[in-house]
């Protein structure tokens, strides 16, 4: 038992691809997709302490880092499929849980059992930073979708993706870096000449309807 396993299996995450079985133009591993969201939920966290919020940083980029960590056991489950069925979402958590623990357990010495156990629990809670965490998540996932529709894949489930992404980001409409976001960083997005611009723009509005942004 040691540290030894645990430092090996972080090349492991770049060797999980995201969205696997599907066409791409770009592959994003889950490793790259990690490093990625705790940048996005930097930026974000920086943003609500401006605003006057309280940070916990160590709470945030501990969330950020460890999030998909748990994919190591089960893979990297499509978005769509995953939230179908919130029975299957919640089967799946429980899995990774149990697979997570077992590894704890059996790899990682016991005076840091008990912190890894913390960082491997689900981030996104109710707190500020899980908060913070669901929003990066999603901010990353969206950016992928639109890099496949921006470069012309037919693929519908990208579509859907950025669909789904943006809706779920509303749902923090609330938060002063998501107000940010929609204000200062997706119109930017949206405003070059692509393929499905227009559609893009017309999901994002109807979505903006829907939760009443102006």
């Known amino acids: 038992m040691g540290m030894h396993q645990y430092i090996k299996s972080l090349s492991d995450l770049e060797n999980i691809i995201r969205l696997s079985g599907k066409f791409k133009f770009e592959e994003h591993s889950v490793a790259a997709h990690s490093f990625k969201v705790t940048q996005i939920a930097q930026f974000l966290g920086t943003v609500e302490e401006q605003a006057g919020n309280k940070v916990n940083w160590k709470s945030l ?69 899980g908060e913070i965490l669901s929003v990066a998540d999603k901010i990353d996932l969206l950016y992928e979708s639109f890099g496949e529709i921006q470069k012309g894949n037919p693929e519908d489930v990208f579509t859907e993706i950025y669909e789904e992404s943006l809706t779920t980001i509303l749902t923090f409409k609330h938060l002063k870096s998501v107000k940010y976001f929609l204000h200062d960083i997706l119109p930017d997005l949206l405003s070059g000449d692509f393929t499905n611009q227009v559609q893009l723009q017309e999901i994002s509005q109807r979505i903006f309807t829907e939760y009443a942004v102006k």
């Open 61 to 129: 980029y501990e969330k950020a880092l460890n999030h998909d960590y748990t994919e190591l056991f089960i893979g990297d489950i499509k978005t769509p499929v995953k939230y179908a069925d919130p029975q299957l979402r919640e089967k799946l958590a429980n899995v990774e849980e149990q697979m997570a623990m077992h590894f704890i357990e059996s790899e990682i010495p016991e005076e840091f059992q008990a912190v890894y156990k913390e960082r491997f629990k689900e981030g996104k809670d109710e707190s500020l930073e």
